[in-house]
């Protein structure tokens, strides 16, 4: 057995499960379940047509570099959505799909990551939990980087050491961030790039949330965009990480893209092609009508604008809730130890929210997910609204 796989914690969701062992709620109170980022709004009625008409695709052989029509796809909507240039993103050299940004990101540090015993991949703390999992499975050691209040809920670059930039050769940053949906700006973007280039490491940028947003007039920008206002032309060191879980209501599907450095794609395509992670035919071909529809993208977030109205009014009075820039999760403080209240939610509300500390890891500067919570506003308008009155009877009744 690979001894790197006892180094991985169990799932957050398997704790859950664990903290609600013994509970009963009540009877009279209808499950809401907030605590899984799995979209529930109906998915577009022309990808479920498109994907009935083409299941003959199931008798075909994939092939890991994808259908030229779905790489132009990704490439035409990656130029639109980040204001690239004209013919920048070329479909040939620069995209490869992934069956979703969960098995891209774990299997991109297989590929990339040097287990040289002193090397080191960094991540925001909390975390995506994948990007631990990758880590230990590559066989380094991650470091985390605490993202609070203080720091708007991104990283503080300016805190970590130049020790260990030294020893870094992967960073995961995620933008807008899970789970507190802070969005990187083009600045801080470009800062992240300066570091690349001075340390020599490659960034990872989980943007799977990029089309889930707050303000229409100005979508969060990319690490692709930053490279375009930079000049860098060749996306060196920069690779992005996309899906349509989100944008699309899509989870099943498995769909998502990589694009970026041209000679890093190279590489992850000889690693892909042994790894057998070709997305099927049918799967591309209705990824590539989704990417070429931007129409439902906002209709979409025009639904996620109603629930979190609705849960701040009903919410604010007792929690510290802030509508985020990006993605779909409420971070607040708890008023006692997560843990606690997730538990006390269930027991009185039948309402699960996960707790924060399930994200994160204590580092020598504490732990960044202690006593919040994540509150997935994924289910439909009427129940988001519903449990938001029930977290806020349960808090006053503490």
């Known amino acids: 057995m690979n001894p790197n796989i006892l180094k991985l914690k169990p799932y957050p969701f398997e704790r859950l499960a664990q903290l609600k062992q013994g509970v009963t709620p009540p009877v009279g109170l209808n499950p809401i379940l907030l605590s899984i980022g799995e979209p529930k709004h109906a998915p577009p009625e022309f990808i479920l047509q498109a994907m009935r008409d083409n299941l003959e695709g199931l008798a075909i052989y994939p092939s890991a570099k994808g259908l030229p029509q779905l790489r132009q796809a990704i490439a035409a909507w990656v130029t639109r959505r980040y204001g690239l240039k004209s013919g920048r993103m070329d479909p040939e050299r620069h995209i ?9 990101l774990f299997a991109f540090a297989q590929a990339m990551v040097d287990p040289n015993g002193r090397s080191l991949v960094l991540m925001p703390n909390p975390f995506y939990q994948i990007y631990e999992g990758a880590t230990f499975l590559s066989g380094v050691e991650p470091w985390y980087m605490d993202t609070t209040t203080n720091s708007g809920f991104l990283p503080d670059l300016d805190a970590i050491q130049e020790r260990v930039w030294q020893r870094c050769q992967l960073l995961y940053i995620c933008t807008p961030g899970n789970p507190a949906g802070a969005v990187m700006d083009i600045a801080y973007l470009s800062r ?22 707050h303000d229409e007039s100005a979508p969060p920008p990319g690490l692709l965009q930053a490279c375009e206002q930079l000049g860098r032309h060749d996306f060196r060191r920069c690779m992005v990480f996309h899906s349509l879980s989100k944008r699309s209501n899509l989870p099943g599907l498995r769909s998502g893209f990589v694009a970026g450095d041209a000679e890093i794609i190279d590489t992850f395509l000889r690693y892909r092609t042994y790894h057998g992670c070709a997305m099927p035919v049918p799967t591309q071909i209705v990824s590539t009508l989704a990417w070429q529809d931007d129409r439902h993208a906002v209709t979409n977030r025009a639904l996620y604008r109603q629930k979190f109205q609705a849960a701040m009014d009903i919410l604010r009075p007792v929690l510290d809730v802030e509508y985020p820039a990006g993605a779909f999760y409420l971070w607040p403080h708890t008023p006692v130890d997560d843990e606690s209240f997730v538990r006390g939610l269930f027991a009185t509300q039948n309402v699960t929210v996960l707790p924060g500390s399930y994200l994160s890891r204590q580092t020598p500067r504490g732990d960044p997910g202690k006593d919040r919570v994540r509150i997935s506003l994924v289910a439909p308008v009427a129940e988001c609204t519903e449990a938001a009155h029930r977290i806020r009877n349960y808090v006053e009744s503490l």
């Open 192 to 213: 992240v790039i300066e570091l690349a280039d001075r340390y020599d490491f490659i960034i990872a940028s989980d943007e799977c949330y990029a089309e889930i947003y």
């Open 96 to 104: 490869l799909p992934v069956n979703g940004t969960r098995e891209g």
